[in-house]
């Protein structure tokens, strides 16, 4: 699959799955294993991955393109699709000697939806800083945390969880672990129930004294933070704001037909045809929107050859497609 067949692929499934299912899922705060499955079987869960893991091998570019169309018919999916991607990207970059390669070739053959556990309810936003922290055992470590915020939470195969290491000294000496969603402890503690993007069930989750066998240790003890700002935050800030896009076109598009639809009757005229302002206000949609665009595209040549700026349009272009 190349990038030309990557979009074309993820437009039909856009149509075809997720379209039709999303007004109703976003109300019953459903997720949607039909749109995961369709994702997983045509190749999705490992369009990043490298070759060697059997993954498609695909950049930055057809990430954003696709999360952009899957979000134009449902953000909730999106954000699924993108917190498995990040999730995947971590798994791969897994130190030397992880056991993470039957895990890896389930994720390229559609098997297996993974997603990050990060954020706590001891520091919320400053996801970087865990409070939670690992225990060492015999086989490798014990963690007990509550992941307040996990998308596919109770749908997802793995988690990629971070605790602060067992002798970690500062708040950012974390450690990632893979931790399979079967594993004895970890438990869904409630349902999802957002303002909007509710069908991604990101719930709440419990690990309760979870043991993790040192082979599913991602990353050294304290490398933790270095894998979230390397690996993690640039897939997940261009993710981000490729979801924040597809949401800025479908709404685009949904005021242009309501402007060209709702009529006054009276007059023998559509909204957008009485009342120019509002032709004005669309225009500035529409701007905006190919504002964000560009700025995707430039954040995606960023990470193509990264440089000097790279880190600041990281920041900068989540920020910005966010408002
Ligand atoms: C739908 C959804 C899905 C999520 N999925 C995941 C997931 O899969 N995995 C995961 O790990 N996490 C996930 N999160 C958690 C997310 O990453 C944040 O950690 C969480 O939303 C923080 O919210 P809070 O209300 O605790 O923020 P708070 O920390 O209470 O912050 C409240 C507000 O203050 C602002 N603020 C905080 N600190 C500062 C500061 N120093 N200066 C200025 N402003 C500040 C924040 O930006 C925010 O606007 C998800 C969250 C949501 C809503």
């Given amino acids: 699959m190349d990038h030309a067949i990557a979009l074309s692929k993820a437009g039909e499934i856009a149509e075809r799955v997720l379209a039709p299912a999303a007004r109703q899922n976003d109300r019953d705060g459903s997720f949607s294993t039909e749109a995961v499955g369709a994702l997983g079987q045509a190749g999705f869960f490992g369009l990043t991955l490298p070759t060697e893991f059997g993954g498609l091998g695909l950049g930055p570019r057809t990430f954003a393109a696709v999360t952009a169309t899957l979000a134009e018919a449902?953000?909730?999916?999106?954000?699924?699709?993108?917190?498995?991607?990040?999730?995947?990207?971590?798994?791969?970059?897994?130190?030397?000697?992880?056991a993470v390669a039957p895990m890896?070739?389930?994720?390229?053959?559609?098997?297996?939806?993974?997603?990050?556990?990060?954020?706590?309810?001891?520091?919320?936003?400053?996801?970087?800083?865990?409070?939670?922290?690992?225990?060492?055992?015999?086989?490798?470590?014990?963690?007990?945390?509550?992941?307040?915020?996990?998308?596919?939470?109770?749908?997802?195969?793995?988690?990629?969880?971070?605790?602060?290491?067992?002798?970690?000294?500062?708040?950012?000496?974390?450690?990632l672990y893979l931790v399979p969603a079967d594993v004895r402890g970890l438990s869904i503690e409630g349902s999802w129930d957002g303002l909007g993007l509710r069908a991604n069930a990101s719930a709440p989750m419990m690990l309760d004294d979870c043991e993790i066998?040192?082979?599913?240790?991602?990353?050294?003890?304290?490398?933790?933070?270095?894998?979230?700002?390397?690996?993690?935050?640039?897939?997940?800030n261009l993710g981000a704001a490729a979801v924040a896009l597809g949401l800025c076109r479908a709404a685009v598009a949904a005021t242009a037909a309501h402007l060209k639809s709702a009529r006054f009757e009276h007059l023998g005229q559509s909204l957008g045809e009485s009342l120019p302002t509002l032709g004005a206000q669309l225009a500035m949609m529409?701007?905006?929107?190919?504002?964000?665009?560009?700025?995707?595209?430039?954040?995606?040549?960023?990470?193509?050859?990264?440089?000097?700026?790279?880190?600041?349009?990281?920041?900068?272009?989540?920020?910005?497609?966010?408002?």
Avoid at 82 to 97: D, Q
Avoid at 125 to 141: I, L
Avoid at 218 to 236: C, E, H, I, N, R
């Fill in 213 to 236: 066998p040192y082979g599913l240790q991602l990353t050294d003890d304290g490398a933790g933070f270095q894998a979230m700002l390397k690996v993690v935050l640039p897939q997940f």
């Fill in 286 to 323: 529409q701007i905006d929107t190919d504002g964000l665009s560009a700025r995707v595209d430039d954040l995606v040549s960023h990470l193509e050859r990264p440089r000097e700026t790279t880190l600041l349009r990281v920041l900068e272009t989540k920020a910005a497609a966010g408002d």
């Fill in 74 to 98: 449902d953000a909730s999916v999106a954000m699924v699709y993108l917190m498995h991607i990040c999730a995947a990207a971590t798994i791969a970059a897994a130190r030397p000697g992880a």
């Fill in 104 to 175: 890896l070739s389930q994720i390229a053959t559609g098997g297996h939806l993974s997603t990050l556990a990060f954020s706590e309810s001891g520091s919320r936003s400053h996801f970087w800083a865990p409070v939670s922290r690992a225990r060492r055992d015999r086989a490798g470590v014990r963690i007990t945390a509550k992941k307040p915020w996990v998308t596919s939470a109770g749908y997802a195969q793995s988690y990629v969880v971070s605790s602060l290491a067992p002798e970690g000294a500062g708040p950012t000496d974390s450690t």
